[in-house]
């Protein structure tokens, strides 16, 4: 076990000091796209300022002969693009494949200074942390990085989710976590051939009337991960750092996709994956607190004057803990409108008399 006074000191002679404590930049789409597919490629530009976080992804859904040419493609699109409030991350392949050490080497050495973020897939336990730590500290290092590269871990093994709460807390590097639905319905032989959302077939039905079990009755379709992600809320703020959704494989359907993130936003996740342009919007609209809750949590708060007591407010009781709820709200408001103009004007509207 590391001591807890070594945790903060760099892994390697000459890498950067450790954050102590993980910047909450908005976060609320992580834009997926194959950086080696000269289409998707092509308008990354254009992208940039319009979604919080742009994610080279070199995994799964990257042909396996496309492995290094999606590797060279985000290299160039790293070093030829100002990234500008938008953030650049990348998911590398598996700790078991061929081609991660290659990716880590890769670029680290070529584009490490733009890097914010490295999301590493398949995660199981605190040791596949403790390896990518290590190798990046020392890649770091050796390119003369002045800012450690943050690290994100997809949950998407049983083992992964029984460990969650160590991984979270494995490194100071640690920023999140995301559900990995597909791998993981996979690996837990879960019947669910979808990538992330609900299904029909998990329900809860009506109790009978009269005892009549064949009568009418109606049927509520349940959430299948809401154990997980409730799961990761909680390891993730007590390690503060960040919980996402991960992807929504229906494309077509938009309106179930801003269901399933809403719900996640209101668990407590930052931000969800956006596998397709269109899931952008949905991401942002989603994980951007509406103008009618930030005047009611800006309400709350000029209401609670020091923050102690009780009062009652639209005939709602008031108190200590519901302007905390309250600060969380507003503070997220005022993360998103530093980057985003759009919204800026819809908060500053706001009159709270
Ligand atoms: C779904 C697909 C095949 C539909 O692709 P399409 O070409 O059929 O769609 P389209 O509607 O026809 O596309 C319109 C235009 O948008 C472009 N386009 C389309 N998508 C993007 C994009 N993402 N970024 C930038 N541009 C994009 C596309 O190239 C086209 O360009 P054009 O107008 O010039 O012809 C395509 O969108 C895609 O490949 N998206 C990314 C998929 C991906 O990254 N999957 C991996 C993450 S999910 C995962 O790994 C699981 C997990 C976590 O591991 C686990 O649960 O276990
Ligand atoms: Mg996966």
Known sequence: MRSAKDFFAPLAVGAPAPLREIPARPSRAIHFFDPGNPKMAAKVPDMVGKVDV???????????ENKETAREGLVTIGQETDFGPTQLWTRINALDSPWVLDDLTTLVRAIGDKLDVIMVPKVQ????????????????????????????????TARGVANVEEICGASPRMQGLSL???????????????????????????????????????THQQDLWHYTISRMVDACA????????????????????????????LLGCVGAWSLHPKQIAVANKVFSPSVEDVKHARRVIDAMGDGTGAVMLDGKMEDDAS?????????????????????????DAIEIG
């Open 54 to 64: 742009l994610l080279g992804n070199l995994e799964d859904a990257v042909k396996a």
């Open 125 to 156: 336990g605190a040791e596949d942390i403790h390896y990518v730590d290590r190798i990046l500290a020392q890649l770091e290092a050796k390119a003369g990085l002045d800012r450690p590269i943050l690290v994100h871990a997809i949950l998407e």
């Open 180 to 218: 990995g639905p597909a791998d993981l319905a996979a690996d837990r032989r879960m019947k669910t051939t979808r990538v992330g959302g609900g299904h029909p077939g998990y329900l809860v039905r009506e109790d009978p009337t009269d005892g009549d079990i064949e009568g009418a009755r109606s």
């Open 238 to 265: 007590m390690h503060g750092i960040y919980p996402y959704y991960g992807p929504f494989g229906d494309i077509a359907d938009v309106v179930a996709c801003e269901d399933q993130f809403r719900n996640a936003f």
């Open 323 to 347: 302007v905390k709820q309250c600060k969380v709200m507003v503070a997220l408001a005022e993360e998103l409108a530093a980057i985003d103009p759009e919204l800026k004007s819809q908060y």
